[in-house]
């Protein structure tokens, strides 16, 4: 017993070593790979100063402005209690002491104006760096000045603070676009027997139905401009592809083959589709254009071969799930159907796989004795993170444009929704709450 301490003794700080390593590996993956692990800018966010006429959407403008901003992965937001009790309308009217300084200490501050100017609402915003020392003949604190004119609307107050918000966003996240814009298809439970594809912008707001087809409507997803959206459809009995066009709001031609066509994903540049087809008898992995012609096989493995995904970065790569080793597994091929490699293994099935869009990270469903969790993996070497944990079944990840937010769905409430997060698994937001929703897809602009 005696001995048995004193190697206890010695290894514990070795483990502790050990363990403390791995967390940081951890964070470096996550940092390195998804890009909101970099030091964060301290934004102060003045309400928006309003004229009579403007009052009544200034809230909306407020409060849309700020959660675009707070949930964008890269900045601080710091709380309005530390703003000073006259809040600036304008550049001119801002005390540059007051606000870089202790409590505020912002980095950066956003202020502006909403008022009518005829029939249009005229909405001012700016983006103004407090550090910057007014004495200097060169001092321009003035980083950002936008002007917008929008009709007198909920919904174009709406736009107009995302717009607002994604120009914040790209100059201070380094020259990346924001998301404000961007938005997320996903499959609506309408009876027992129909589901629909509905979309929405990325944080639940408005809410819209795309197909009215009266049938199951299954795994959409959406092309690399986001005018067409290819979705499975039950409409002639039969698990066939539908190209639909977010446009004109019609289908598009598209040749189907006998048996289960399913699981479509879009080549980076547009032009071809991923599928699995059961042509042969054998569900196998496929490409073709986007009608469904020149159609070529890429897995001749015995067994289901489903839910390709395409590499965006690079265009040579596939990720798909097979069950050719017995039970669903993740696999990545080249675009020629070769150099077939497991690069997820353990665990009851690995669903799901969604490459992020510089093309390093996998985020996948894991199954590991019952518990459904999102996880991620640096394909390059296979390291792997887990994002959700203890909150029953999380699947169907998919990327944000930005590279910093993951969309799945989760029956964590009892009735499966739509929710998203930071691509690190914090900040967890549901966007649904009426019926069921599944399978989440997020648009590249």
């Known amino acids: 017993m005696p001995t048995r301490k004193i190697h206890l003794r010695v290894l514990l700080p070795a483990l502790i070593l050990w363990a403390a390593c791995a967390a940081h590996a951890q964070e470096d993956f996550i940092r390195s790979g998804t890009g ?39 900045l601080d937001l710091v709380s309005r209690s530390f703003y000073p009790l006259t ?39 700016w983006l103004v760096d407090p550090r910057v020392d007014p004495q200097k003949e060169d001092a321009r604190p003035v980083v950002l000045g936008k002007r917008y004119a929008e009709e007198p609307t909920r919904e174009a107050v709406r736009r107009t603070a995302h717009k607002f918000a994604n120009e914040i966003i790209y100059r201070l996240g380094g020259g990346i676009p924001g998301i404000a814009e961007t938005k997320i298809a996903f499959v609506r439970r309408m ?28 795994t959409p997803a959406i092309s690399q401009d986001g005018d067409q ?7 002639k009995h039969n698990p066939d592809i539908m190209i639909f066009s977010l446009l004109t709001k019609t289908p598009m031609s598209f040749f189907n083959r006998q048996g289960l066509n399913t699981t479509p994903t879009w080549s980076p540049d547009g032009t071809k589709l991923a599928f699995t087809s059961s042509v042969t008898g054998d569900p196998e992995i496929y490409v073709g254009d986007v009608r469904g012609g020149g159609l070529k096989r890429l897995t001749v493995a015995r067994g ?15 990720a798909f799930v097979s069950d050719r080793s017995g039970k669903p597994q993740i696999y990545i091929m080249d675009t020629e159907g070769a150099n077939v490699t497991q690069v997820v293994s353990g665990g009851s099935q690995a669903l799901d796989p969604a490459w992020s869009p510089n093309g390093r990270l996998l985020a996948f469903t894991w199954d590991r004795g019952g518990e459904y969790d999102i996880h991620l993996m640096d394909v390059a070497t296979g390291q792997v993170v887990q994002l959700t944990k203890d909150n029953r079944r999380n699947e169907h990840p998919s990327w944000s444009p930005d590279n910093r937010h993951i969309v799945f769905q989760s029956n964590r409430t009892g009735v499966t929704q739509i929710w998203s997060m930071l691509a690190d698994g914090t900040k967890h937001r549901q966007l649904t709450f009426q ?9 590249s602009k």
């Open 36 to 74: 909101i692990g970099v030091e964060r800018t301290r934004l102060a966010v003045s309400s928006f100063r309003a004229s009579a006429d403007g009052a009544a959407l200034l809230r909306t403008f407020d409060e849309t402005l700020w959660n675009d901003l707070e949930y964008s992965g890269i």
């Open 87 to 125: 809040l600036p309308a304008r550049p001119g009217d801002v005390k540059l002491e007051e606000w870089s300084r202790p409590p505020v200490s912002a980095h950066m501050l956003v202020l502006g104006s909403i008022y009518r100017l005829g029939e249009r609402l005229m909405i001012e915003g």
């Open 191 to 218: 009876s027992s027997i129909v589901k629909e594809i509905w979309m929405m912008d990325y944080d639940g707001i408005g809410q819209t139905r795309v197909t009215h087809l009266n049938t199951l409507s299954l």
């Open 229 to 235: 959206i290819a979705f499975t459809t039950y409409g």
């Open 304 to 318: 289901v071969d489903i839910s390709p995904a395409w590499n965006p970065r690079t265009s040579a790569q596939i």
């Open 435 to 443: 019926g069921e929703n599944t399978e989440p897809v997020w648009s």
